[in-house]
């Protein structure tokens, strides 16, 4: 993350992403596939001895070179794409609302407090309750913890979307996006980023 400044003088947090360049790699229809969607591939492979066959022969017919990353994406109108167009982050342009979908930083096994923002017990002298979760169980009926009971446990490694982020600057020339506010996952993670569908 960096900061960049308004012209009011403003400071604005922003996260600086690498769009690009992706290329498409198949374009799926109703017709052949039953869905609508275009399927796009990210960082070239150097090294082809690790690809598996299938994945070969998939991209030996589309005609594009090993892509290390592959995402799909559901799309009404697939017309505008074609097989080994390069898409960069010219889709996208300053003041577009966009979803961003990535892994969150995993943080291991961790109790209630942090993984669930429980209050906690006082902090004081005398008191044994501190950081525990406190009762979890019923009486005698019906004498059992219900699922989903908000439990310590692993925290973060899950895909995590954050929806309506503005963009704040697009530099075509270098394919990177300045993202307002932070998105999910560590520095040189892989993130999916659409319109937004609520915006």
Do not use: W
């Not at 604005?12 to 399927?39: F, H, L, R, S, W």
């Not at 082809?48 to 022969?57: C, I, R, V």
């Not at 943080?107 to 008191?127: L, P």
């Amino acid at each position: 993350m960096t900061q960049v400044f308004c012209e009011d003088g403003t400071v604005i947090p922003v996260t600086v992403v690498e769009a690009g360049p992706c290329t498409v790699v198949q374009v799926k229809t109703v017709e052949n596939d039953g869905y609508a969607a275009v399927q796009v591939g990210f960082e070239e492979m150097l090294k082809e001895k690790n690809l598996k066959k299938p994945l070969k022969g998939h991209f030996a017919k589309a005609g594009v070179s090993p892509q290390r990353h592959l995402k799909e994406f559901h799309i009404d109108d697939v017309d505008a794409f074609s097989v080994g167009q390069q898409l960069t982050a010219e889709l996208f342009a300053a003041g577009d609302k966009i979803d961003v979908t990535g892994v969150s930083k995993g943080k291991g096994f961790q109790g209630v407090m942090k993984r669930h923002g429980f209050g906690g017990g006082r902090a004081t002298h005398g008191s044994t309750f501190h950081r525990a979760p406190g009762s979890i169980g019923m009486c005698a009926t019906p004498s059992r913890t219900f699922k989903n009971k908000k439990m310590p446990g692993r925290m973060g490694g899950k895909a995590t979307t954050v929806e309506c982020l503005e963009v704040v600057k697009v530099m075509a020339d270098q394919n990177i996006l300045l993202v307002k506010g932070a998105i999910p996952g560590s520095k040189g993670g892989v993130v999916q980023i659409r319109q937004s569908k609520k915006a």
